[in-house]
């Protein structure tokens, strides 16, 4: 913490890039609170950080920071550090801990990260380009750049905040690990980088690493002074970062702990995030949140390369236009031919460019003598042209009481029951802050839909009122639901209404469009699953759900995950695009069948095996296409549905395709497709006990989407009509008392006539453990919900959640302290220095002659003022035959960028500027005797005749006259510090 102190308090300009930070974010410091529309994050982050902060006023700090694994209020209890980068909440929670108000700690947040960006972009651009300007206007490109300020005050994605500050770490230390003397230093950096940006937001991690690998390419193609094995350190940091990493990434991205977790975005997402090719145009013409590329300091970075082409701005440069290319995703070029494309939102490669552009851009600096003032104007004008339009964005926005309005009403209303956001087309973040914080309610779902695990249910939820009604009815019943938030879309001011009321809801209040609707009966967390039930497995299971609403949902559609114990609980199964279609998995399905179940089964769509004529229990799979019009011929039972069908996919205008069967018992609809002929729609095999239905051409989806939902009704009673199956909607509570849950225990007491399958409305993750009187029993998975077998009588339900206790987390830890260790160890031995050692100054020499192209420099004295730390080298193009001079001291120089005589000083002055020069590169003065051989009272010579004068003796001055200024600290490697060698002690 000295050290840092001391680094800030002997670098004025280091600390006018922090407080250029801070001054950013002042406006924000307002009265007021974060924007809340449909593109900002802040309020969920808020919310949850919040959440944090109650746990460590209610259990201590260290206890409550460390307790907070779920949250009990989201998605029947979102698994807070599982599914989400932890890192932002972490510090978030604590600071709203600290200053007593979530938006204060949210303000401290937001100025927190914004000084350290501008520090950390000011101190490892100057040490990139050795110049303490271009360090400077590094850091006020970086944070004044709009999609900066659109990240920090209009997404308010915390967590990419966060992931924008390793990125002048990785773009030095990177560049380090392959052109620089010492590896050491880079590697520990780079790695530890590594693994901030994965804690800090996991996909954007996987975005730099994309970026960061184009990059070495471009500098191997480009520079060939860089070696191939120096290139592989780069990817070696990313191993060690992700692996520092994985406690956090394995169990919530590899998928071993429960299914059906979905983080990728899908087309529709993409979408949202894909800009448009006028985001070109600077800031004026932009509407507040669009993603907007920074057009003048794209301009800026363009003239900096043309004018000064080094290789290491070539391959940045052409980094940054690929990302910015990438950011315009589905409707740039580049966006479409991305492997794997469909994993990243395409506006996150524009902060790439956002900090690697500005480290360009300032490499105009220095502006020499010549046009000083134009230039200079110019500049100014570019970078005003990205930031000035942006800044009004700053300001905070009023209290949004309008939302604040019903969830204040809200808050008189009973803690039973949940409430569920039907608001369209998804809950704000607002929305979700006002129904937990302000009307202190259990939600059904958070701000953030994708990476929840009842993120498809909750999605049908929304639309399910209108088009599934009876499909939202158990929906509600298993969630426990009692208060519901509905704001119907414009054009349907009715929607949803009939069906809540058929649910039993009335209307309590309505305020600016919003409706409150409230069920006046008690909320149950735990009910009873009672009779023959059925179970739906697959994927997209949209249109079975609303064909067969009484049915469970699968928590996985691969049938590995099914044991025949889970699957004895239902007595039909139902099998739509489903996923392990192994011998083994089908001959424990098959066996359960013919123990008495009934297996209604569409093999449309789900792989090649089957299509190209897979034996599915006997019965033989074929693909089939279909066009135009034909005739279905019934069976007498059911001779009142459609006899004819429209077979045409809308969304293609081609065929309407599917899988069609040979080798049934009995065909209940055929298709007549003429002479005679036909294809099975529906039929059935017998097996055993049991039967298996096989339904062709996915056509509970046709009757679906042409809304025929009284065919499919009618269809699906007949499926299941020998099962006589439980078919009731809401499930019977079983009586207990509230459910009392916290941030990692929960706790129910409960009364039951007679033993019960019972369902307790909170999310199922293993990590769960259960005792029942205080001995263990197992919990099942249904629905994502917790399913356990209950005894009858009175009995006390605990629960703990254990965060390390299943295999996954466990791997992760193995796999985080093992990497860390190993790059402990790589810090205390170092790593060994290739024989293929670039030019550690690679493109900054490269005007040398070829005789004089290599990377010594020493330390000598300076003719002018006489100082003994002076950095010497090698003659270059201009200085030839004298040896380089620079001197930190009185400023004499003697180099590629012209001659300057240096300073006249007192001695005192001479002292004073040496020893605060020499503590801004991190040496004591007490080190000076260990480190050169002379205190801190012998910095300077006393005799000078042994060097030369001030002017060299035959100099031409006219012909080292430069339109460039040197920089100001362009010093040797410290790595080179000593020893100098024999015969060049002397300029």
Not at 209 to 236: E, H, K, Q, W
Not at 604 to 617: D, K, L
Not at 682 to 704: A, E, H, M, P
Not at 739 to 749: F, G, P, T
């Amino acid at each position: 913490m000295q050290r840092i102190c001391s680094l800030f308090m002997n670098n004025r300009n280091l600390l006018l890039a922090a407080l250029l930070g801070f001054i950013v974010t002042l406006p924000h410091w307002l009265p007021g609170y974060p924007a809340s529309g449909d593109r900002t994050d802040t309020w969920g982050h808020i919310a949850r950080a919040t959440i944090m902060a109650d746990a460590m006023h209610s259990e201590g700090f260290l206890r409550g920071f460390l307790n907070t694994h779920w949250v009990p209020d989201w998605y029947m209890g979102d698994l807070a550090r599982v599914y989400y980068p932890p890192l932002a909440v972490d510090i978030l929670g604590p600071l709203i801990y600290l200053t007593g108000d979530p938006f204060v700690g949210y303000k401290v947040f937001i100025s927190l990260a914004s000084t350290i960006l501008g520090a950390l972009v000011y101190l490892f651009s100057a040490r990139l380009w050795r110049n303490k300007s271009i360090g400077l206007l590094s850091s006020i490109l970086a944070v004044t750049a709009p999609h900066t300020l659109n990240i920090l005050y209009i997404q308010g994605n915390m967590p990419r905040v966060l992931a924008l500050l390793p990125l002048p770490v990785l773009a030095w230390s990177i560049e380090g690990l392959l052109t620089g003397k010492k590896l050491r230093h880079p590697f520990i950096l780079a790695s530890l980088a590594w693994a901030f940006a994965a804690l800090s937001h996991s996909q954007q991690a996987i975005v730099y690493m994309i970026c960061f690998a184009l990059y070495v390419v471009l500098r191997l193609l480009t520079d060939m002074l860089v070696g191939l094995r120096r290139s592989i350190l780069p990817f070696v940091t990313m191993a060690f970062g992700l692996g520092i990493s994985a406690p956090y990434w394995m169990p919530a991205y590899l998928g071993g702990e429960i299914n059906g977790v979905p983080y990728l975005p899908g087309d529709t997402i993409i979408r949202i995030f894909t800009t448009r090719w006028s985001n070109f145009l600077p800031a004026f013409w932009q509407d507040p949140g669009e993603i907007v590329i920074p057009i003048g300091m794209l301009c800026l970075a363009t003239i900096a390369v043309l004018a000064r082409p080094k290789p290491i701005r070539k391959a940045w440069y052409g980094v940054s236009i690929v990302a910015i290319l990438l950011s315009l995703g589905l409707n740039g070029p580049l966006y479409p031919l991305l492997p794997f494309n469909t994993m990243f939102m395409p506006d996150r490669f524009l902060d790439i460019s956002v900090i690697i552009l500005p480290m360009i851009a300032a490499g105009l600096l220095p502006l020499g003598s010549k046009g000083r003032l134009p230039r200079a104007a110019i500049i100014a004008g570019l970078v005003a042209l990205d930031s000035v339009p942006v800044f009004h964005l700053i300001l905070p926005h009023p209290w949004p009481a309008d939302s604040a309005f019903l969830a204040e009403r809200l808050a008189t209303e009973p803690d039973d029951g949940r409430l569920l956001h039907l608001l369209h087309p998804e809950p704000f973040a607002s929305d979700i802050y006002m129904g937990q914080i302000v009307a202190g309610k259990d939600l059904v779902m958070g701000w953030n839909l994708p990476n929840t695990p009842t993120h498809f249910a909750v999605r049908r939820a929304i639309y399910a009122a209108e088009y599934y009604p009876a499909y939202f009815q158990r929906l509600l019943s298993l969630w426990n639901v009692r208060y519901i938030m509905l704001r119907p879309p414009s054009d349907e001011p009715t929607y949803a209404q009939d069906a809540l009321r058929t649910a039993g809801f009335s209307r309590l209040n309505q305020h600016a469009g919003t409706q409150l609707w409230i069920n006046p009966m008690l909320g149950a967390p735990l009910k009873a699953l009672v009779g023959n039930q059925m179970l739906v497995i697959g994927d997209n299971l949209t249109s079975w759900l609303a064909a067969f609403p009484w049915a469970g949902e699968g928590y996985s559609p691969d049938l590995g995950d099914y044991d025949r114990a889970y699957l004895n609980r239902f007595r039909v199964i139902g099998l739509a695009r489903f996923q392990g279609d192994s011998p083994e998995n089908l001959a424990r399905l098959e066996d359960w069948v013919a123990g008495g179940g009934i297996l209604i089964v569409d093999l449309s769509g789900i792989g090649s095996a089957y299509e190209q004529g897979y034996s599915f229990m006997g019965v033989q799979a074929m693909p089939v296409s279909i066009f135009e019009e034909h005739a279905l011929r019934w069976t007498k039972e059911l001779e009142n549905m459609p006899v004819q069908a429209n077979f045409k996919d809308e969304t293609t205008g081609g065929p309407w395709s599917g899988a069609s069967y040979i080798g049934l018992d009995n065909t209940i609809v055929e298709v007549d497709k003429g002479n005679n002929a036909s294809y099975p729609l529906v039929g059935y095999k017998n097996i055993g006990q049991g039967r298996v239905w096989f339904i062709s051409l996915n056509y509970l989806y046709y009757l679906d989407i042409n809304q025929d939902f009284e065919a499919r009704d009618q269809l699906a009673g007949y499926l299941i009509n020998s099962a006589q199956l439980n078919t009731d909607l809401a499930l019977p509570p079983i009586e207990s008392s509230s459910l009392q849950a916290n941030w990692h225990s929960a706790s129910l007491l409960y009364t039951a006539g007679q033993p019960a399958t019972a369902v307790l409305s909170m999310t199922y993750t293993p990590r769960w453990q259960a005792t029942l009187d205080g001995v263990p029993i197992t919990i099942h998975n249904y629905n994502r919900l917790m399913l356990l077998d209950l005894p009858a009588g009175e009995h006390q339900l605990n629960f703990r959640y254990s965060p390390s206790e299943t295999l996954w987390p466990r791997i992760g830890l193995v796999v985080g302290i093992a990497s860390l260790e190993l790059l402990m160890l790589v810090a205390l031995l170092g790593l060994r220095r290739s024989n293929l050692v670039p030019n550690h100054v690679s493109g900054q020499a490269e005007n040398l002659p070829v005789t004089a192209h290599h990377s010594k420099e020493w330390l000598t004295t300076c003719p002018n003022c006489h100082f003994k730390l002076a950095a010497g080298g090698p003659p270059n193009g201009v200085t030839y035959p004298f040896n380089v001079i620079r001197c930190a001291v009185c400023g004499y120089r003697l180099d590629e960028y012209g001659f300057e005589a240096g300073k006249i000083q007192s001695q005192d002055q001479r002292l004073a500027i040496a020893r605060n020069w020499i503590r801004s590169q991190g040496w004591e003065l007490d080190s000076l005797p260990d480190r050169f051989g002379f205190g801190p009272d012998e910095l300077f010579e006393t005799e000078m005749a042994e060097h030369l004068p001030a002017v060299p003796p035959f100099f031409s001055i006219d012909a080292v006259v430069s339109d460039k200024e040197p920089p100001e600290d362009k010093l040797p490697d410290s790595s080179h510090r000593g020893k100098v060698p024999p015969g060049q002690d002397k300029a």
